[in-house]
Every structure is written in C-alpha cells, then in structure tokens.
C-alpha cells in the first residue's frame, strides 16, 4: 500500500519536473525567436510581459471559484478554518507555501524515506479507522 502511494508521488513529481521543463523551453524558444528582432534586453522584457499577461489571466481564471469551506467549518473558528479562509483570500501565497511544502516532503523523501513511510502508514490507519 505504502509503496503504490510513494510511486504516485514519484509520478506527480515527474509529470510536474516534466511540464517545467516544458514551460522552460517554450520560453527560451520564444527568447530565442525574439532576441535576433528586439536585442536581448527586448527579447527579456517581452518574455517578462508574456509571462506577466499568462499569469494575470490565470488569477483571473481561478478568482472566486474556490472551494467553499466544509459545512463542518463554516461557523467554526478553528486553525483549520482560519487556513481556509486565508488560502482563499491569498490564492498565490497558498499556492507557494503548498510548493514549498511539497519540496520539503520531497527533500525528506530523499534524506530519510522512513518518516515519510511512517508518516503515510498513520495517516492510512487513521483513514481505515474512520478518523480523518
């Protein structure tokens, strides 16, 4: 059980490395298209612009179609509540405190895959109890 749940993580890490790795190369593509026509300052700053404009229009795209809390939670002023409340408020800053914390299990994956598989096997065993 535990290891179908690491090679699940192991294939959302690559699938994730991979479309980086897409979105570097279809940058450079474009810088390289753009240097030879705007110099490489104006080839920067158009890149800049393009990756401002795609960012804007997925802040867009994703504002006010959160979640809604859990009934559980909506009258509740519980830690998990306040998180809630504060990702949906700060959308981005949930986002990058989520990447981090995926390269922080990540990095403990490597160093020591023990915690990660203790942890993993009680978070099963809470599920399997019903308390979740």
Known sequence: MIEKALLAVIGLAALTALTLMGVA???FALFAVLAPLLGVAGAAATLALVCALILVAAV???RGK????PPALQQDDSLAARAFDLARQ???AAGGAALLATLAA???AVK????????????????SSGRH
């Open 90 to 92: 700060h959308p981005m």
């Open 66 to 69: 959160g979640p809604s809390l």
């Open 112 to 127: 020591n895959p023990k915690v990660i598989a203790t942890a993993l096997s009680a978070y099963l065993a809470g599920r």
């Open 25 to 27: 190369a279809a940058g």
């Open 106 to 108: 990540g990095v403990l």
């Open 60 to 62: 867009f795209a994703v």
